[in-house]
């Protein structure tokens, strides 16, 4: 065929072009006046803004809702990562190696909560939180625990820990699937080899399996990190609006309210440099940490 | 030796059993509740109602405005999802197959924005809408849907389009078919499982969505299911509507179970099948 070198740009613009624009006009733009808008007071209403430098930065360190924000988001990124990856492993292993029947079923059941909206998950579990007629405390009073029930949410040790449950039961089913993916990938013969030369289930699992789906989860340890630090002031805006206090307050849900509660736009772009330089700092310090030699067998 | 065996296989289901429970279990719970009234819920909040009941349903379609928020999550879930194929699939298709100089650059520049934290863009994006005269505008809501999402599309997809074997877009090329004919009647109807696994995973997290729709949306008659069961969730608090809440619920979440009932084999597929490689 012969073809043009015009219609060939004239095809590759076709192609690139009208996404790109969009891209540049809807998420680049945005981003990055977010970062020019951190150095201004600005109210949102007046035409002028008022350029302050890095004031904005200087009040961040100084803020204590803005530290107790990261520490929280911090708590979040830990526990989620750990009950996470241990329970999603733990499926993901017994559903794929074990030969059990229904496990299509626990498959189908497990990803359930992934379908569902924040807006839901987070009603719900305010139901199950609430203090006379949520199930926990119903729970704890059945078993003969009366004197454990308390008004999670609204207690200001317990709502920060409470918020975990339904951010662990909502995230499992994902990665579960991703860790079955690469367990499924792995040769059956090394196994095979292995029960030959005497190697525990234990064993198998530590030598094998973990090493060779290193990949998967490393990937998902990331991932929760970014989903959680960028994403977690969902559930917590839903279901305590970042109290008792400021006990459930993270970056993203006091950013929210300087900028679309207080009008103060300047200091919320200012929240938002913050939560991406954590992110990428995180994220970079996670790279390192989880680097590990690529196995092959 | 068997006995050693089913011991080993109960030890296993019983956590897979007691996991099930505790998904089920509250989604269970909110069904049966939406067909309760306050008082029942109060009186027996775990047991079965009495009779069933459908007047929460009715009253939440529409006094608190649900069947309305439903529609307009309906539509910008389609247009939404069906935008991002439209711009991710030529760039994908461009980015993969025609090598390009700076080709590597562009991908790795959509990549690269996944890990910007959407919140970070929210107060500009909230006045370009606004200076657009855009905002409360269920178009613009879908067009920011669909290219917050085509950075993983084109993810998605490029890993698809690299299995198309070549000779079938020579073979076409030969027989005088243009490229545009190439990339819409070869290249996308071979791609489509990648196109249907990212669209499900599309379609659900914008139909899921709430914060950019709280925020770009203002009139009620806009609001989307996420803000306008938030919306309710807030009036039952103080007004103990709580079966009429139950019963939004349900009404925002059945549509999604059987949306994945029909899809799951393929989310599944999409999943395990190395679309996201690590």
Partial sequence: ?297 | MGYVRFLSALAVRIPLILWSVVVIYPILWMFIGSFKSNAEIYASPWSLPKTFNFENFVLAWTDFNIGTAFINSIFVTILGTFLCLVLAIPTSYALERLRFKGSDILFNTYLSTMMIPSVLGWIPLFFLLMRMNLLDNLWALSIVYAISHVPFTIFILTSFMGNVPRELEEAAAIDGMSQYGVLLKIVTPLVKSGIITASILNAVSFWNEYFMALILLQTDSKNTLGVQMDLLATHAQYNSAWGVLFAGLTIAVVPVIIFYALFQRHVVKGMTEGAVKG
């Fill in chain 1, 1 to 297: 065929m012969v073809q043009s070198k015009t219609q060939k740009h004239l095809f590759l613009a076709f192609c690139l072009l009208p996404t790109f624009i969009l891209f540049l006009v809807f998420t680049v733009y945005p981003a990055v006046n977010g970062l020019y808008l951190s150095f201004f007071e600005w109210s949102g209403t007046s035409a002028v803004k008022d350029f302050i430098g890095l004031e904005h930065y200087k009040k961040l360190f100084n803020d204590s809702v803005i530290l107790k924000s990261i520490f929280n988001d911090y708590f979040f990124v830990f526990t989620k990562v750990i009950g996470i990856m241990i329970l999603s492993l733990f499926f993901a292993v017994a559903l794929t190696q074990l030969r059990i029947k229904e496990a299509p079923f626990y498959r189908v059941v497990f990803f359930f909560p992934n379908i569902m909206s924040v807006v839901v998950i987070g009603i719900l579990w305010q139901f199950i939180f609430d203090p006379d007629i949520g199930l926990i405390n119903g729970l704890l009073t059945a078993i003969g625990l009366e004197s454990w029930t308390r008004p999670w949410l609204g207690s200001m040790e317990w709502a920060l820990p409470s918020l975990v449950l339904p951010a662990v039961w909502a995230g499992i089913g994902l990665f579960m699937l991703l860790l079955m993916g690469g367990i499924m990938n792995v040769s059956k013969s090394l196994y095979e080899s292995a029960e030959i030369d005497g190697a525990s289930e234990w064993q198998q699992f530590w030598n094998i399996t973990v090493p060779l789906i290193w990949p998967q989860i490393k990937t998902s340890i990331i991932y929760i990190v970014i989903t959680s630090l960028n994403g977690s002031f969902v559930i917590v805006q839903i279901m305590t609006n970042g109290g008792p206090g400021n006990a459930t307050e993270v970056m993203g849900s006091y950013l929210y309210e300087k900028a679309f509660e207080d009008f103060q736009f300047g200091y919320g772009a200012a929240i938002g440099v913050l939560i991406l330089a954590v992110s990428l700092v995180t994220v970079l310090i996670l790279q390192y940490i989880l680097k590990r030699e690529k196995v092959e067998y």
